[in-house]
């Protein structure tokens, strides 16, 4: 034999396992053919025994021939079934497989890619069922649309019947990750079918297509008095949206870190957490970032738009820092902007009180506010969040101790609770407010944290208010 010869037959020999390498796998629908076709040659030829028996036999059979027969026939039934059933699974697979093309395509996403593909499909898939399982808390909250709910129910019954077509799929098919594809369908689905919140409102400000934080009532402190009055007007609102009565609107006004934004949450969350109310709380301050009067109306009627889309409850809208907003249309101050946004308001809640929607109003300057929108809340609703007294600001010590203090699992010193009381009427003196005890005892967690007792005692207090008190001396000289 030649040197060539001897190289082609050991070349050929080698490439011999990886002839076919390239055939292509058969489809589900093609093997369950093939099977098809197998099981339906059986039934012929079972019933061409069967035939043949009763044919040899003749009129009567003997006791072997009965037996034979009756074999016979159950084989034939077996096999019938055998292609009935398989006939039922060739037309599924069929639909099935129609379904994972188109939706390969549209995903651009083949299930015979590399396996980092499939990696990156499978956390994609994660994301998409987290995605509907908060759809589907959304949609149990009943807070869409009704044609959104619908659609989202009937995204449901999708889901479940994708997710079964997938069982039955995934124990017909291997190799051929379906699941993965279905989930992308749905996620696809249910993004499409959610309501997009407008970028200027943060998640935590709404209860549209959200659950809101809970609202801290515990942290909240404010005067008997004002805390009565907040439950009236609250309780009220309750009422009214019960019995389908006209709602009233609300100016919380006093000066600034009094809790006016807290308590609005606070109250509005609540609402919306007992299915009562849907709310949206509209910051002033992002309103001054947008830098023309167009931009500016633009996003609140978008904002009126979406929140009437995205809800069937009575809707309560929280002006926060209101005068930055709605500006007096005759004051000096009043420009293009703070026209358009009051026009735009007032538009909108036509009415001194409705049904259906009601505004709260926060400002540090309630005579700043526009004369026509100040003449659609009752004067019993305007609420004064005065500076805390020397009761509240007791309390508001305990509640910042626990916060910055002993969350932070720092100590405090037994005689603390019996200094607190003259510690509150100091700070009364100063006219403290909520926000500055709360930056006072980050100040008061610093020095414990720097100096050497490492716990909280009088004497840290001490040299903390006395710091405010000379400060206040050097303002007022
Ligand atoms: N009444 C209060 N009770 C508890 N904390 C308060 C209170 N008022 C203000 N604070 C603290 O100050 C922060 C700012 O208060 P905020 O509600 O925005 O005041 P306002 O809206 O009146 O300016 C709050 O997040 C809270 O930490
Ligand atoms: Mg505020």
Not at 267 to 294: M, P, Q, T, W
């Amino acid at each position: 034999m030649s040197k060539n010869m001897l190289l082609w037959v050991v070349l050929s020999v080698c490439a011999l396992p990886c002839m076919g390498m390239d055939r292509r796998q058969p489809s589900v629908a093609e093997s369950t053919l093939d099977k098809i076709t197998f099981y339906q040659t059986q039934v012929r030829r079972i019933q061409g025994q069967i035939n043949g028996l009763r044919r040899d036999s003749g009129p009567t059979l003997n006791q072997a021939q009965a037996a034979m027969l009756a074999r016979y026939e159950d084989e034939l039934r077996i096999a019938s079934e055998e292609v009935e059933s398989l006939e039922k699974i060739l037309v599924r697979a069929e639909q099935l497989a129609e379904l994972s093309t188109s939706e390969s395509t549209r995903i651009k996403l083949s299930a015979d890619k590399s396996a980092a593909q499939i990696a990156e499909a499978e956390t994609a898939a994660v994301a998409a069922r987290e995605m509907t399982q908060q759809a589907q808390i959304t949609a149990n909250k009943d807070i869409q649309l009704s044609q959104n709910a619908r659609a989202i129910e009937e995204g449901r019954q999708q889901i479940a019947l994708g997710q079964e077509r997938t069982k039955q799929l995934n124990k017909l098919v291997w190799g051929v990750p379906l699941g993965i594809i279905a989930s992308l369908a749905t996620y696809f689905l249910l993004k499409h079918l959610l309501v997009h919140r407008p970028t200027i409102i943060e998640k935590d400000d709404t209860s549209i297509g959200n659950t809101p934080p809970l609202p801290h009532f515990d942290r909240l402190i404010l005067s008997p008095a004002r805390e009565k009055q907040l439950m009236n007007v609250f309780n009220g609102i309750s009422r009214a949206v019960k019995k389908k009565l006209p709602l009233s609107n609300m100016l919380f006004w006093g000066p600034p870190g009094t809790g006016k934004t807290m308590a609005a949450q606070a109250y509005v969350r609540k609402l919306s957490r007992e299915g009562l109310i849907d709310h949206v709380i509209v910051r002033g301050s992002a309103f001054k970032r947008l830098d023309s009067a167009g931009k500016a109306q633009h996003a609140l009627a978008h904002i009126i738009r979406w929140a009437k889309k995205g809800s069937k409850r009575p809707l309560a809208i929280v002006f926060d820092e209101a005068e930055a907003m709605f500006v007096d249309r005759d004051a000096p101050e009043a420009n293009e902007m703070t026209r358009d946004l009051t026009t735009t308001m007032l538009s909108f809640f036509e009415k001194a009180a409705d049904p259906k929607k009601f505004f709260i109003i926060s400002t540090n300057y309630p005579q700043k506010i526009d004369r026509a929108l100040r003449n659609r809340i009752d004067k019993n609703n305007w609420i004064h969040f005065e500076k805390p007294g020397a009761a509240e600001l007791e309390r508001l010590l305990h509640v910042y101790i626990a916060l910055h203090i002993l969350n932070n699992k720092i100590a405090v010193s037994p005689e603390l609770d019996a200094a607190l009381p003259a510690i509150a009427q100091r700070l009364a003196m100063q006219g403290l407010v909520g926000r500055e005890v709360d930056s006072l005892l980050v100040q008061v967690l610093y020095r414990v944290l720097n100096g050497e007792a490492q716990e909280l005692n009088p004497a840290i207090f001490d040299e903390v208010v006395s710091q405010i008190e000379q400060t206040h001396e050097l303002h007022a000289y």
